[in-house]
């Protein structure tokens, strides 16, 4: 007999926002619009209307940002989950670093309403990190991950994310990833391409975001995930509410392993990634990191009706 298809849902991060995300799952399902009304009682602020309407330097803004992709990530998979769909069963979870929020609350490690509270929690206290020591970030198109490395020793920045195959994240402060970057042309990189953030992320610079969201998350109750959650500073899988405590503080100061990540699921028995979100970012990393496995994308209304 064949072995069973192995699934991994996987929840976007910061970047895949757009003006107007949401809008048709909020108007066709009940399930949909129950999470956005939910996260805008939840928060206090009209923030379904953020994402249907804006304006984008409102929506762009990573307290505005974070709680609104984990929202609309969250209301794709229940307005799936809803019709009793296709969806198949995940074998694991996995968030590319705001995406974990998303995750947590797919394996029931916190109800939806404290998952978005929490990740407007830390998209305020990474946004008030970048004001204390101003930074940013660059994706790093066609250089490997070991001279990288070295521009990060001599520069003083960090990687950030190693998302896939040639394309490797940093971070840091806003002169010395200004030095970084004129390094890594001169190694021969393809491309470096700033990133719309307001700070150096994963890198220890968000320590003061550290200390924030150990005092929320302190006070919360989190539950041991109903399926394990593959963290993205370890690429191990999480099974227990310590283990996922750790591992979100532990993510704001160090690198994404999103492509290690992927690689342990695939090695797992893992084929069929459904990328549950706004975007298709990373569906374009996961088809790089491996070819043979098969991606579906659950960002709206017509997604949903086909897999259903």
Known sequence: MAAAIKSAYVFPGQGSQWVGMGLDLYQNYQA??????????????????????????????????????????????????????????????????LGEYTALAAAGVLDFATAVYLARERGRLMHEAGQITPGGMAAIIGLDEAPLSEVCQQSGTRIANINCPGQIVISGAKGKLEKAIEMVREKGAHRAIPLQVSGAFHTPLMQPAVDGMAKIIAALDFKAPSVPIIGNTTAQPLTTALAVKEELLAQLCNCVQWQRSVEY????????????????????????????????????????KNIA
């Open 265 to 304: 699921m695939v090695n797992d028995g893992v084929s069929n990634f459904i990328e549950i979100g706004p975007g298709r970012v990373l569906a374009g990393l996961i088809k790089r990191i491996d070819r043979g496995v098969n991606i579906i994308n659950i960002g709206d209304v017509e997604a949903v």
């Open 32 to 97: 949909a619009r129950a999470v956005f009304e939910q996260a805008d009682k939840s928060l206090g602020v009209p923030l379904s209307r953020l994402c249907f309407e804006g304006p984008e330097e409102e929506l762009v803004q990573t307290v505005n940002a974070q709680p609104a992709i984990v929202t609309v990530s969250f209301a794709c998979l229940e307005a799936s989950r809803s019709l009793n769909s296709g969806l198949p069963p995940a074998s694991f979870v996995a968030g590319h670093s």
